[in-house]
T-cell receptor, first 115, second 114 residues
Framework: KAGVTQTPRYLIKTRGQQVTLSCSPI?????VSWYQQTPGQGLQFLFE???????NKGNFPGRFSGRQFSNSRSEMNVSTLELGDSALYLC??????????????FGPGTRLTVL | TQLLEQSPQFLSIQEGENLTVYCNSS?????LQWYRQEPGEGPVLLVT?????EVKKLKRLTFQFGDARKDSSLHITAAQPGDTGLYLC??????????????FGQGTILTVHP
């Protein structure tokens, strides 16, 4: 079974621009969660989507948004980029069944650099 | 406030030594995962523990979940250079709106020297 895939793997943008990142979950997984990883803050939860609906949201400004399509693929958008948005953005997929054994599997991440 | 305290942050040891990484919280977790991450890659799942007191072994790695489901440990026996990496504990806090949200520890950077 193919793992979680993320595109693009690397991205360089300038301040003020916007960016869209894509995530394809493991086949059969309906939940996609997004995380931001930085050296200073570690891994922080952005939001989670299940069946095209956002079920949970972390403490990030409204510039960070996402959506999920009917095939469970998800996109994350960051508008008006700031230098501090430079990070590794990770998505993780799971069955989303809210059972204790439901485990998240991570993609390789998108490395975003904002200049 | 860090909900999951992971220690130590850095560990530098010689090949063949044993080590233990700890993950502690004041919150109860419905489950807890351990991941290993290589530079520039996403975390790779090592194990999921769900039952208080549970012990799982994966070759030279032993994982333990505390009886109260508030803490966990990862023990590596006879470490090898290939064990080098960032080790992360993560869990879903019991109750509340925790859909798809993993809370992560700060991570332990392990370096095993030949």
């Amino acid at each position: 079974k193919a793992g979680v895939t993320q595109t693009p793997r690397y991205l360089i943008k300038t301040r003020g621009q916007q960016v869209t990142l894509s995530c394809s979950p493991i086949s059969g997984h309906r939940s996609v969660s997004w995380y931001q990883q930085t050296p200073g803050q570690g891994l922080q939860f952005l939001f989670e989507y299940f069946s095209e609906t956002q079920r949970n949201k972390g403490n990030f400004p409204g510039r960070f948004s996402g959506r999920q399509f009917s095939n469970s693929r998800s996109e994350m958008n960051v508008s008006t980029l700031e230098l501090g948005d430079s990070a590794l953005y990770l998505c993780a997929s799971s069955l989303g069944q809210q059972r204790r054994t439901d485990t998240q599997y991570f993609g390789p991440g998108t490395r975003l650099t904002v200049l | 406030t860090q909900l999951l305290e992971q220690s130590p942050q850095f560990l530098s040891i010689q090949e063949g030594e044993n080590l233990t990484v700890y993950c502690n919280s004041s919150s109860v977790f419905s489950s807890l995962q351990w991941y290993r991450q290589e530079p520039g890659e996403g975390p790779v799942l090592l194990v999921t523990v769900v039952t208080g007191g549970e012990v799982k072994k994966l070759k030279r790695l032993t994982f333990q979940f505390g009886d109260a489901r508030k803490d966990s440990s990862l023990h590596i026996t006879a470490a090898q250079p290939g064990d080098t990496g960032l080790y992360l504990c993560a869990g879903e806090i019991l109750g509340g709106t925790s859909y798809g949200k993993l809370t992560f520890g700060q991570g332990t950077i392990l370096t095993v020297h030949p």
